[in-house]
């Protein structure tokens, strides 16, 4: 094709690598810069370890685009202030389009007193430790035998999960600060942990709530209903854990003894009070205790603050001036508010623009749309010539090469992870993955001694 771009795309997870994969079939040339070794973000890294039939099945995507000659990986690359690349400097290559795809790395809290006490932990980076990512995998995560996670949204359904079937705990407490009928959970969700819920607990605790449900019109017991209606097609227990919910209770103080470590969580009742269209929990000022060993907070996730893009609120600032083009171009655009200009060519797609926002398939027609964003963008610019996208590629390589030696490409992912697949076998496990960088690298390090030595006989 003669119209030809460079597309640098910031993190591998599913929105940059729907990106990509647009991108390279219109026939740009496509960087993809991962701070993971390996490419996937949270459909690796987060996604609950036994789905194996969706993680399985997006690698293969993935796999498929890497494989095209006009896509070129550089993973255990990191973007951001004081950090391999910076964005300036990336700027500076001069690329046609620069596209942030670098998920929400950040971690939300609720500015709950004592929660950096010892036993206080955010959701992500138990995700992060049981999906075995690098940096989490090798902490230890110490639980205790009776957890309270904040918040009932999918990632609380998690955690429950992991605890119940791996760690085996005795009582996992999910703390809720509005009512039943305002979880936050898919019904399809919690049939990964619906064995384990406490059935008459469930039951007792809607009947100490039900005169505050009331209050705001809700019938108790058909909310009770439906919650019990979504528990169908159970996964078998595993374990003897208990989950217990605890509604209209909002998280004020976490308990500490004097080493600063967790014993418990002061709670505040809360009640209903319509906010808009929608219900918000108040605190009543009346108060109880929960003793628990460790306090898990499910509470959403923030981006990362430190990469060096314009940053508001726990969110990137992106084009406040509505185009009318579909999809919203300025949606995309990232944002400079000191100048109050667009930064051109730099755009934002994923959890990187809507921290939190949806699954997979959410985050992947994300990196549709703000293709077609890039798209709109690059017609307004003058192609590169082939010689020219070749040197930007080089002197990145070259740059890169200089900031971090252990840079790790298409061919080496696929010996690594050719490496694991024979180590899983070995061990006969269903997945074997190394658990920090260093036994990645070394791993493909050994493999081309080993190759270089099959050729040398
Ligand atoms: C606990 C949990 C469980 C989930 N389970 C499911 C599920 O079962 N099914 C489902 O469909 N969805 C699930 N999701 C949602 C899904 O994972 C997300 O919708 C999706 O991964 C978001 O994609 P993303 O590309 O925007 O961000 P991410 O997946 O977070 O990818 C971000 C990428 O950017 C890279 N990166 C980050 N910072 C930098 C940097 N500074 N420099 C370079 N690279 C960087 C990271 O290495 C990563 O590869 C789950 C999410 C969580 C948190």
């Known amino acids: 094709m003669s119209e030809k771009h460079l597309v640098v795309v910031v993190g ?22 991962n701070r993971d070794v390996k ?20 690698r293969k995507g993935y796999w498929e685009i890497l494989g095209r000659p006009n896509v070129h990986y550089f993973g255990n690359v990191t973007i951001g202030e004081g950090k391999h690349l910076t964005v300036p400097e990336l700027k500076a290559l001069d690329a046609s389009a620069l596209v942030f795809s670098t998920g929400a790395q950040g971690t939300k809290t609720i500015g709950v007193e004592g929660d950096t006490a010892q036993g206080v932990y955010h959701a992500k980076d138990c995700v992060y430790h ?23 949204g999918d990632v609380m359904v998690d955690i429950a999960h992991w605890l119940s079937r791996r760690r085996r705990i005795g009582e996992v407490h999910v703390i809720v600060r509005r009512g039943p009928a305002e979880r936050k959970y898919n019904p399809k969700e919690i049939r990964a942990v619906c064995a384990y819920i406490d059935g008459p607990a469930l039951q007792q605790e809607i009947d100490r709530v039900a005169s505050r449900l009331e209050a705001v019109g809700q019938t108790p017991e058909k909310v009770l209903t439906e919650m019990r209606s979504e528990f169908t097609k159970y996964e078998p227990a595993e374990s003897q854990t208990a989950i217990r919910f605890h509604f209209l209770s909002s998280p004020k103080r976490v308990l500490t003894d004097a080493e600063n470590r967790v014993i418990g969580l002061e709670i505040e009742d809360t009640k209903l009070e319509p906010k808009g269209a929608d219900l918000a929990a108040v605190g009543l000022k009346t108060y109880y205790s929960l003793p628990c060993d460790s306090v898990v907070f499910a509470v959403g996730d923030r981006v990362d603050d430190t990469l060096g893009l314009p940053y508001k609120s726990g969110i990137f600032i992106t084009n406040p001036h509505r185009t009318t083009n579909d999809p919203d171009d300025s949606l ?27 699954l997979v398939g959410v985050a992947k027609r994300d990196g549709e749309w703000c293709s077609e964003v890039v798209l709109r963008y690059l017609a307004g610019r003058p192609p590169l010539g082939e010689p020219e996208i070749a040197e930007k590629i080089r002197k990145l390589e070259t740059l890169l090469a200089g900031r971090q030696p252990e840079l790790v490409r298409t061919d080496e992912l696929t010996a690594l992870s050719e490496m694991e697949r024979q180590e899983g076998q070995r061990r006969d496990i269903e997945e074997f993955k190394f658990p920090t960088n260093e036994e990645m690298v070394a791993a493909i390090r ?6 270089k030595e099959s050729v040398l006989r």
């Open 332 to 358: 995309f655009q990232a944002f400079d508010e000191a100048t109050g200009q667009v930064i051109p060519g730099v755009f934002l797609c994923g959890w990187a623009r809507k921290a939190s926002e949806g």
């Open 12 to 33: 591998a997870g599913p929105a940059g690598m729907s990106v990509a994969n647009i991108m390279s079939k219109r026939g740009h040339e496509v960087v993809i810069l």
């Open 446 to 451: 050994k493999k081309k001694q080993d190759m």
């Open 39 to 58: 490419f996937g973000g949270l459909a690796e890294y987060g996604i609950f370890p036994n789905k194996h039939k969706l993680r399985g099945g997006l």
């Open 130 to 152: 049981y999906n075995l990512l690098p940096g989490f995998s090798t902490r230890p995560f110490e639980m205790g035998q009776r957890v309270a996670v904040i918040g009932i």
